[in-house]
C-alpha cells in the first residue's frame, strides 16, 4: 500500500499579530509549525502503515524552509518526503494549490501507485477545506471528507469504510481504492517521534522538485496567476468590552436555572421568543 500525505507548514495561529496600521498580518518572529489538522492525517496513514505495510510519502508545497515540516513528519515514522518549491507557486490560493499538488501526485504515481491520499481537514491559516477536494476533483479520486473514522480496509477487495461527520448524526461509507481523506480533528493523537526515526530524518535526502518535476505544463493554473481569490482586506477582530452578566438562582436546580436564563433572554432578545413561538 502506498500512502501519500500532504501536509502543509503554517505560521502558529496562537501568535499572529494583525499591524494595526497597516492591517496586515505580521509574520516576523512567529515560529512555523505543521498544520496540526494534517497531524491527524499523518497519524491515520501510520496505523495503516503499521497495520498492512506499504510506504507512507509526505509532500508540501511551499519555501525551502517547509523542509523542517517534512523531516517532523518522517521523524514520526514516513518514509519519503518531497519539498514542493518554486517561485513560480508563490502567491497560490486554494485552487492554484489543488492544481500544483495534484500534479505532484501524478509525478508520483508515474514511479509507484497511490492508493490513498491524506490531507487535514483544512489549515487554520486559510481555514478553507478547499485543497483535499480540489485535489481529489483533478485526480478523479473518490472523496472521503470530515471523516472521523476508519472503520475497515480490505486491501484484496481495494475497498475503505469510513465513518465521516455530518449534519445530523454520522455516515458511513464504502468505496473503493484509490481514494482522498480528509481527517477531521480529535480523531487519534498523534505518536512521539522515536530516536532512531529522528536520526533518519535527519539524514534523509529530501527531494526538491521545482514547477517542471512537478510535471506543472500551464503555467496560468499555479501561482498568482492562477489564483482568483483576492483578499480585500485582513483586519483583527474588536475586543468586546462588556462584561460577563452573573445570574443569581436561589433553589440551585437545573430547571429553575434553565427558566431563569430564559426569562432573561427573552427580556433582552423578544425577537427570539416570537421566533420560537412562531416555529412551535
Not at 496560468?220 to 481569490?229: E, R, V, Y
Request: charged share 20%; proline share 6%; aromatic share 4%.
Amino acid at each position: 500500500m502506498h500512502i501519500v500525505v500532504c501536509i502543509k507548514q503554517v505560521p502558529d495561529s496562537a501568535q499572529i499579530r494583525v499591524h494595526p496600521v497597516t492591517n496586515t498580518i505580521m509574520r516576523q518572529g512567529v515560529p512555523a509549525i505543521i498544520n496540526p489538522y494534517d497531524l491527524f492525517a499523518l497519524e491515520e496513514a501510520l496505523r495503516l502503515k503499521d497495520k498492512f505495510g506499504g510506504t507512507i510519502t509526505v509532500i508540501t508545497m511551499g519555501p525551502p524552509q517547509a523542509e523542517a515540516a517534512l523531516r517532523k513528519a518522517l521523524s514520526f515514522g514516513a518514509d519519503d518526503a518531497i519539498l514542493v518549491t518554486d517561485r513560480a507557486f508563490a502567491g497560490a490560493d486554494t485552487l492554484a494549490t489543488s492544481c500544483a499538488l495534484a500534479s505532484v501526485i501524478r509525478q508520483i504515481q508515474n514511479n509507484m501507485p497511490v492508493d490513498m491520499v491524506f490531507t487535514g481537514k483544512q489549515t487554520i491559516d486559510g481555514d478553507t477545506a478547499q485543497v483535499g477536494p480540489g485535489v481529489a476533483k483533478r485526480l478523479g479520486l473518490q472523496l472521503l471528507s470530515y471523516v472521523s473514522r476508519i472503520a475497515a480496509v480490505d486491501v484484496e477487495q481495494r475497498e475503505i469504510v469510513v465513518q465521516r461527520r455530518a449534519e445530523g448524526g454520522v455516515q458511513v461509507l464504502k468505496t473503493a481504492l484509490p481514494c482522498l481523506v480528509t481527517m477531521l480533528e480529535g480523531t487519534n493523537e498523534m505518536r512521539f517521534a522515536t530516536m532512531p526515526n529522528m536520526f533518519r530524518a535527519a539524514r534523509h535526502p529530501l527531494k526538491v522538485w521545482d514547477k517542471d518535476a512537478a510535471g506543472i505544463e500551464d503555467m496560468t493554473k499555479i501561482g498568482l496567476k492562477g489564483s482568483p481569490t483576492v483578499v480585500s482586506k485582513v483586519f483583527a477582530p474588536t475586543p468586546k468590552s462588556a462584561r460577563a452578566e452573573i445570574i443569581a438562582v436561589e433553589s440551585g436546580e437545573p430547571k429553575d436555572m434553565a427558566v431563569t436564563l430564559l426569562a432573561k433572554m427573552f427580556t433582552r432578545f423578544p425577537q427570539i421568543e416570537k421566533q420560537l413561538t412562531q416555529q412551535a
